[in-house]
């Protein structure tokens, strides 16, 4: 982990349906039934934060996975760093 630091994965515009169910697949496993129709109103009202408190260790492998599925996403800790991260767009 890097300097222990956490931040957010936040996403920075609304995905396309086929993406969008590729995302609400992607977290169904860490969340119930209620969340994921939020999660699924969150998505169509972006820019949103889909995940708080992530160490950036995390931060990094659900933004590469989450950019393969076509999300535009970043991560960012409290004091704005957002190049912690690999960031580059796809």
Known sequence: MRNGKKGVIA?????SLCDEQAIIAFFSPFMS???????SDALRQAPCVLMENVRVDVGEVFVKKLRSLGAG???????GNTRLLCLDKR
């Open 73 to 79: 996403v970043v991560f960012s800790t409290a004091d």
């Open 11 to 15: 996403l920075e515009e609304v995905p």
């Open 33 to 39: 039934s209620s969340a994921r129709a939020m999660l």
